[in-house]
């Protein structure tokens, strides 16, 4: 998230950066952003929650509609089906993928009224090939890539482009506790993904003025998923 917020704020972007808790790394990323010469409003809510993800939202969307959003929020509970916990599955699925109706939401009418406008997910390879440890994850993954494909269809006459980015395994907290031994010889590239590689492909879809990408999954996997 902070390095997609950084890079489009260097292409151009204002930023509305939205956070759950860690309220010291979100002032950290709104001062770097104003370092570049952009501004910044922090929005934080719990994007598992409908009615403050709609309260957030619409609150700058009734001023104005944003040129592009990105989803991007996460969370991974591991464990194998047969040992995973209601509560496991129910964190990753409220999060991953009810979050993603609770944001794209309030934010999409603004959209289609300006008849303009780009949609960016995060996915993940999970989502295209499946993961053990992670039918919750993998399952949530799935659901954007579905509704991905689906919104592109509805909204795509209004000149809203709607895409997917599914990264492998980035070099981020959430793969530290992963066997690097065990993974490098499957990933052609050998090197886990950088968090940067991700975030120029996210600028890319939201700025580039040449654009016919509607409706698509694009890994960033260094070929772990072909």
């Known amino acids: 998230g902070r390095a997609i917020a950084l890079r ?4 151009g972007f204002d930023v509305w950066l939205t956070y759950h808790q860690n309220r010291a790394a979100a002032e950290e990323v709104k001062a770097a952003i104003e370092v570049l010469g952009r501004a910044c409003d922090l929005l934080q809510f719990d994007i598992a929650d409908h009615e403050a993800s709609k309260a957030a939202l619409s609150e700058k969307t009734d001023k104005r509609a944003p040129d592009v959003v990105v989803f991007n929020a996460g969370i991974a509970r591991d464990n194998l089906m047969v040992w995973m916990t209601k509560a496991e599955w129910d964190a990753v699925i409220d999060t991953n993928l009810n979050g993603f109706y609770n944001v794209i939401h309030p ?3 603004p959209m289609l009224r300006e008849k303009r406008g780009r949609i960016v997910v995060i996915s993940s390879t999970s989502g295209q090939i499946g993961q053990a440890g992670q039918v919750n994850y993998s399952a949530s993954k799935a659901g954007l890539i579905g509704a991905v494909k689906a919104l592109a269809r509805e909204v795509g006459r209004k000149n809203i482009l709607v895409n997917v980015v599914a990264p492998g395994v980035v070099e981020t907290e959430m793969v530290a506790h992963l066997p690097k031994e065990q993974i490098m010889p499957l990933i052609p590239l050998n090197r886990f993904g950088k968090v940067e590689d991700v975030a ?5 879809l939201c700025s580039e003025e040449n654009m016919y990408i509607h ?6 996997n260094g070929g772990l998923a072909m």
């Open 215 to 220: 409706g698509q999954v694009i890994g960033v």
């Open 200 to 204: 120029a492909l996210v600028n890319f």
């Open 8 to 11: 489009l704020a260097q292409s």
């Open 107 to 109: 934010v999409l009418f």
